[in-house]
Every structure is written in structure tokens, then in C-alpha cells.
């Protein structure tokens, strides 16, 4: 298509005018000439041919009939070397066949010599006419080819994927995108339904927001979506979704009067822009701010976010919430000696094992170090922050294996209950770091709940322990006892020394709010010696007053026990008061115990041998192992207040009673359950078997002139 460009105008057209009778010619390019044309002429076939190689012409009014070449030669060689250009055969020739030859060859028409000036120039007009529509045509054609080609190329090589909806919501457009990024075929796309692409989790979501787009609503809406990949139907990505309704104008196709602004919705636009990567890596980093990444917990700052949040909650609802602190114990030495690696080893395993006891809604957090924060939102009461308190001190005590080691920790917790023990979120965890304390002043590996003594202001803890020091000079200090009562004859068999302050402003203190101080500045070891010694010598003179089996039971701090001279002290203590050491009874917390076993089992049969017998205090709290049972020489097991608590009203606690008296039983100990309120409790433990009872019940306990009396009336009792 050699002259395809020419721009063609009528009055410039270039004719060319061929034939071999120069007359004719003459007289033709005359004619035309006078029309403004611009005329060039070939004398004979062979003449047009060179011509037309050379120049491009708008029009070639051609002579079939001439010497050299025949105009139809002349058609078939503008046809092989693709010249276009329109050809009005003017010839003598008027048989049927030359005409159709010549049509059949791409003539525009044919005139017949002689020809008629008149119809010779309108002919000519007509074929320029029909060539500059057909030039333009083209010309059209080609921009919108080009255009279309552009446009294709923008939509495909979009980063996004494009696509178009009917009403519907089927596919009637893709490009290629879809096929690189969710390797779909766009055939095999075309006519379905869009939800078919989008995530299970999401197609809700979905209808909702591309409804909103549709037929009602019309606006552009941009939202986040996962769509499935072809290969694998369930590993999804994650697009940034925009989506604009297409629409026509409903002028166009009613009649007069419609009102020009009304529009019709024909479908949906889109564009879908794959976000996955970099939604992974605001997860990845949003998991890193919120997370601890060696154990994979929440960190300090979500545990305090999902905690404000939980207050939140508890607050409108009225309900409780409890938060505990937990501090391993022994974690510093197994990392100290097996190193680094395996102490972080040993955290995972801690964090999975603590992870095992806990319900969806709670949260557990590595607050820091071998520091853990757990939350319980929305909990009935005390009981279920006991259980699980509970729960993982026993999974925890189970030995680990790191390597080749097999290592034990314990763990401390303190609990502090919304809004008992706090109201704010670093009021609740303050308090329960508190309480957490407390335990471990009480040998460690244990629970307790926080209570506002343990909170007492500096200004007030510094003259609490000013007078706490005072105390004991100024005699404030004074032992009462809480009588032990056979559960079957109900006869007063024992008394356990505890300890009351007289304070000369308070009035009478209790060891709960004392104590905790006491460990802490070391005072306890003062306040115990002091306690022990005027036992002893208040109970031997019960026992030389005729009551010679009375047991003197007495509670021993760790800060006590730790001291290396521990039992000489204690045997020079009771000689030097000539108690007689069958008549003591020393009680120990088994956290105690655990806390260096080797020791202990050392000491507590230094003990034994002198005759005193060892008592387990509180069993069940701390970490109510039966294998360290049978490696100490213990004697009695005093099952904790809590578990006798629950006897009335839940069948479950009653079974951990049950188990723990079993077990007692079957190592032949001695079984003194403490806490004892009411008749139901006492019926109970009596069928279990359970001999000994000390509680309310049967008396709180009293100063020593009330206890004597109390002792003197049930011999008597006993005798008639
Ligand atoms: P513990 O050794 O478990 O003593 C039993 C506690 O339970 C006593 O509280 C007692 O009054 C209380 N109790 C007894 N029966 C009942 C009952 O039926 N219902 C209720 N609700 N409570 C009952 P207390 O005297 O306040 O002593 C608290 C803790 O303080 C003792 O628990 C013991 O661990 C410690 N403690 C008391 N005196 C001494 C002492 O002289 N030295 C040492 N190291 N610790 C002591
Ligand atoms: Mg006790
Ligand atoms: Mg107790």
C-alpha cells in the first residue's frame, strides 16, 4: 500500500492520464487541467508503469488497448507492486469481457471512448470523492487500531488486575494479571460469578461492599479482600480493592423528555491490587511490637492493652477479672549453669506447657526475663483463679529435658482480682507482682491472692517494721492456740502456736498482716524464737499439769529453716525448757522443702531421729508431689483450708479432698484438716477417714489461760 498516506485533497488530486495517442492525451489533460488537477501523462503501457513506480498518484485514467502493454497489464502490475491507487479505465474497448476484466482488476468505472467531457469529469470527481473517504476511513481506522493497541497495553501491563462486572457481578473483562498473580486462565474466568474468586472468610464481607457499588448505591468503594489463587484453592492473597459503577446515560436511549442526568447501571469497574507482601510484612512487624519472639507470646504492651480493655469490660458488666503475676523459680541457676541457649529453650517449653492450661479469652504474656502475666477476663470468682493457679503449678513441676538434663522449676504467683486488687491496669499488675512476692517470701513456688496489707505505704511499712521491732521488747507480741481435736472422739489432741501483735494503737494484729514484713526484713527469725520459746514454756506446763500428750505444733518460716544452725538451735531451745521433743510438732510449707530438697531431707531427719515429727502445712497449694513425700520423714499432712472450703458446695473440690486423704492414707501420714467450719465439713472428712480436725468448729485460737481451761474441760469431759 504504497500511496496509502497521501494526503489526499479534490483540487490538488494528482491524476495521471495514459494512453498511446498523444492527441487524446493532450486533449484529456487540457480538460482536466482547466479543473485545477495536476496532471501528469504516460505515453503507452510501459511509460505508466515507470510512472507509477516513481510517483504517487490520486487517480490513473487508463486506455486498456495500446501497443506496448495492454491496460489490463498495466492493473496486474499496479496490483503486484501494491499501488492502490484508484484507476477509471477510459477506452475504446467496450466488450463485455475487457470491462469486466478491468472491473474484476479494481477499475473504480469505465468510460467509453469518445467520452463525454462532462461525464468524464464527474466520473472523475466521484473517484477522487470515494478515494479521500476511503483514505480517511483508513486513517481512522489505523489511530483507533493504534489506540486500542495502547490502551491494551496500559491494562496489561497495569500492576493491578483489571476487571469488569455485568449487573450481575460476572466477569465480561480481565487482563492478563489475573493469570501472573492468581494463575487463573482469563477464559476460564469469563462469565463467572465474582464471588467465586474471593476468600471463604471474605465473600460476606464481599456481597456487602460490591453491593453498595451496584445497582442502588453507586459510589466508588476501596476495601481490602483475600482472593484464592487457581493452584491450591486455599493459599490466598490479600488485594486492595477499588471498584466504580459503569453507567450509560439513559438519554441516549429514551425519547424526548427523559431527563438527561438519568443513568443506567450496566455493570462494575475494578481494579485489584495485590497487597500481600506488604500486608506480611505489617503483620510481621505489627507481631514483632505486640510480641515476644522467643516464646511467641504477647508482649508487655498488648497484655496491658487486652488488660485496659478487659477493665473496660469488667466495669460495664459488673464482672471480675483476675490478673496473676508468675516469677519461675530456680530459672536464674539452670541458665546460669546450662547457659543461655537452654534457658531459652527452657522458656519456650514453659510458655507451651502454661499456654496447655489456659481457655481462649485468657492471656498469657511474657512480661519480661522469666516473668509471665497472665489475664482471666470475665471469671466467677476466687475458686477459678485457685484452679488454674492450681493448673500450672502442676504442669510446671513436672521436669523438663533440655538436652541431656532433666531439670525441675517451680513457679510464684500472685493474683490480684478486678477491683478488689486494683482498678487500673498498672495498679492490678503492680498488686500481683506484690502478691507474687509474698510467695516467694514464703518460700516460693506457690499462690496467693493480694490483699491491701501486703500494699502497706512505705511511710507506714517503715513504722510498721519500727514497731514490729519494738514488739517483741515491749512484750506486744503473744501466742495463741488453736486446739487439734480427734475426729472421732472429738478430744483435744493438740494445739498449733500462732502468733497474735498487740499493738497499743491497732489493737490485735494477725500474722497475714505482720508476716509478710517479718520475712522480709529478716524479723521473723526474732518474732519465730520468740514464738517457740514461750510455747515451749507455756505447753510444758500444761504437760506437767497432767496433760502429757498434748502436741505443741508450730509453723516455721523459710528465713528460719534457712539458717544452717536451724535444728541445734531448736534442740537447745527445748532442752533448755526440758520439752519433750515427741510433744513438737514443727510445720513446714512444702515450697519450703522444695526449694533445696537435698538439704531439707538432711535437716528434717536430724529432726526426726531427736523424735520431734514434721508436719506438711498447707498441702495442696504449693506443689503436692508425692515423691518428695517419701523421700522426707514426714509425719503429718494438714490439708489446706481451701480445699475444705469447697466441701458444701462443689462436688469436683470435694474430690481433690478425697484424693489427697487417699493418698495420705495410703503413705500411712497422719491427716489434720485445717479450716474446719461446720458440721457438714467435719461429717464429710470423718467418712473419708480423716483423723484429725482443727478449725472454728472446734474453737479458734486463744490466748494460753483460755486453752488450758479449754484442755482441763474436755479431760474432764473425757473422763466422765
Ligand atoms: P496456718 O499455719 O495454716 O494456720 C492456720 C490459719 O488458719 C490460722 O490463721 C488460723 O487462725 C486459721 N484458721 C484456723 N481454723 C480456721 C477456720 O475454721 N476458718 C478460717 N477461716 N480460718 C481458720 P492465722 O493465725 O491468721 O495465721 C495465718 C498464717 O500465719 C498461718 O497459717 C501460718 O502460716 C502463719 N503463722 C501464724 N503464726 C506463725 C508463727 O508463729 N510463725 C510463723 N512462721 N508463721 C506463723
Ligand atoms: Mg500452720
Ligand atoms: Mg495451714
Redesign the pocket.
Known amino acids: 500500500m504504497k500511496n496509502q498516506a497521501s494526503t489526499l485533497s479534490m483540487s490538488k488530486a494528482r491524476i495521471l492520464i495514459v494512453d498511446d495517442e498523444p492527441r487524446l492525451i493532450q486533449s484529456l489533460q487540457e480538460l482536466l487541467q482547466g479543473y485545477g488537477y495536476q496532471v501528469d501523462t504516460a505515453q503507452g503501457g510501459g511509460n505508466a508503469c515507470q510512472y507509477l513506480l516513481k510517483k504517487k498518484f490520486d487517480l490513473v485514467l487508463l486506455d486498456l488497448r495500446m501497443h506496448d502493454m495492454s491496460g489490463h497489464e498495466v492493473m496486474d502490475f499496479m496490483a503486484k507492486q501494491e499501488i492502490t491507487t484508484a484507476t477509471i479505465v477510459v477506452s475504446g474497448e467496450s466488450s463485455f469481457s475487457a470491462v469486466s476484466k478491468a472491473l474484476r482488476r479494481g477499475a473504480y468505472d469505465y468510460l467509453k471512448k469518445p467520452y463525454d467531457p462532462e461525464e468524464l469529469v464527474s466520473t472523475v470527481k466521484n473517484a477522487l470523492r470515494k478515494k479521500l473517504m476511503e483514505n480517511s476511513h483508513e486513517i481512522m481506522q489505523r489511530k483507533l487500531q493504534r489506540s486500542e493497541e495502547l490502551h491494551r497495553y496500559i491494562v496489561n501491563s497495569s500492576p493491578d488486575i483489571v476487571f469488569m462486572l455485568d449487573r450481575q457481578g460476572r466477569f465480561t473483562f480481565l487482563n492478563n494479571k489475573v493469570e501472573s498473580i492468581l494463575s487463573y486462565s482469563k477464559k476460564s474466568l469469563l462469565g463467572l460469578h465474582y464471588s467465586e474468586i474471593v476468600g471463604n472468610d471474605d465473600v460476606e464481607r464481599a456481597r456487602y461492599l460490591f453491593g453498595q457499588v451496584g445497582e442502588n448505591q453507586r459510589s466508588i468503594r476501596s476495601f481490602e479482600l483475600h482472593l484464592k489463587t487457581a493452584d491450591g484453592m486455599r493459599s490466598n492473597r490479600f488485594f486492595d480493592i477499588t471498584i466504580f459503577p459503569i453507567e450509560r446515560n439513559i438519554s441516549d436511549l429514551k425519547s424526548q423528555g427523559a431527563d438527561s442526568k438519568a443513568r443506567k447501571f450496566i455493570g462494575i469497574y475494578g481494579t485489584a491490587r495485590d497487597i500481600t507482601e506488604r500486608k506480611e510484612a505489617e503483620d510481621f512487624i505489627n507481631f514483632q511490637a505486640y510480641h515476644d519472639l522467643l516464646t511467641r507470646l504477647p508482649n508487655r504492651a498488648l497484655f496491658k492493652d487486652r488488660l485496659n480493655l478487659a477493665i473496660a469490660q469488667a466495669k460495664r458488666n459488673n464482672y471480675k477479672l483476675a490478673v496473676m503475676f508468675l516469677d519461675l523459680d530456680r530459672f536464674k541457676v539452670i541458665n546460669d549453669t546450662l547457659g543461655h541457649a537452654m534457658g531459652d529453650r527452657l522458656l519456650q517449653s514453659v510458655a507451651a506447657r502454661m499456654e496447655s492450661c489456659l481457655r481462649e479469652g485468657d492471656t498469657l504474656s511474657r512480661f519480661g526475663g522469666d516473668e509471665f502475666t497472665l489475664l482471666l477476663p470475665e471469671i466467677t470468682g476466687r475458686e477459678d483463679s485457685r484452679k488454674i493457679a492450681r493448673k500450672l503449678i502442676n504442669v510446671l513441676k513436672e521436669p523438663f529435658t533440655l538436652g541431656d538434663h532433666e531439670v525441675f522449676v517451680g513457679v510464684s504467683i500472685g493474683i490480684a482480682m478486678y477491683p478488689e486488687g486494683g482498678t487500673s491496669v498498672e495498679q492490678i499488675i503492680q498488686n500481683a507482682d506484690v502478691a507474687m512476692y509474698h510467695v516467694k517470701g514464703r518460700g516460693k513456688d506457690g499462690y496467693q491472692f493480694f490483699v491491701e496489707s501486703m500494699n502497706t505505704p512505705s511511710s507506714n511499712r517503715l513504722k510498721l517494721e519500727r514497731d514490729l521491732r519494738r514488739a517483741i521488747d515491749n512484750n506486744e507480741l503473744e501466742v495463741?492456740y488453736?486446739p487439734q481435736v480427734n475426729a472421732q472422739s472429738s478430744e483435744i489432741i493438740g494445739v498449733?502456736?500462732?502468733?497474735r501483735w498487740n499493738h497499743p494503737e491497732k489493737g490485735l494484729i494477725?500474722?497475714?498482716e505482720f508476716?509478710p514484713l517479718a520475712e522480709e526484713t529478716k524479723l521473723?527469725i526474732k518474732?519465730?524464737e520468740w514464738?517457740f520459746e514461750t510455747a515451749c514454756r507455756e505447753v510444758k506446763q500444761w504437760i506437767d499439769a497432767g496433760h502429757t500428750n498434748i502436741r505443741l505444733a508450730?509453723?516455721?518460716?523459710p528465713t528460719?529453716i534457712e539458717h544452717p544452725r536451724f535444728v541445734e538451735k531448736l534442740m537447745v531451745q527445748l532442752k533448755s525448757y526440758n520439752f519433750p521433743s515427741k510433744n513438737l510438732e514443727i510445720?513446714l510449707t512444702e515450697n519450703v522443702i522444695m526449694n533445696d530438697l537435698e538439704y531439707m531431707i538432711n535437716k528434717l531427719n536430724q529432726l526426726a531421729e531427736q523424735g520431734v515429727t514434721i508436719a506438711i502445712?498447707?498441702f495442696g497449694t504449693g506443689y503436692s508431689s508425692l515423691s518428695y513425700l517419701t523421700k522426707l520423714p514426714i509425719h503429718t499432712l494438714?490439708v489446706d483450708?481451701s480445699f475444705v472450703r469447697d466441701i458444701q458446695h462443689k462436688r469436683t473440690d470435694a474430690c481433690i479432698v478425697n484424693a489427697i486423704i487417699a493418698m495420705a492414707r495410703g503413705l500411712q501420714l497422719n491427716i489434720v484438716a485445717?479450716?474446719?467450719?461446720n458440721a457438714v465439713q467435719l461429717e464429710y472428712l470423718k467418712s473419708l477417714g480423716c483423723h484429725e480436725i482443727?478449725?472454728?468448729?472446734f474453737g479458734?485460737?486463744r490466748p494460753a489461760k483460755e486453752t488450758l481451761a479449754l484442755i482441763s474441760r474436755n479431760l474432764q469431759s473425757q473422763a466422765v
Open positions: 495463741y488453736q498449733e502456736a500462732l502468733v494477725f500474722p497475714a508476716l521473723i518474732i519465730s514464738v508450730v509453723n516455721c518460716s528460719q510445720e502445712d498447707d494438714k483450708q485445717e479450716g474446719v467450719e482443727q478449725g472454728f468448729f479458734k485460737a
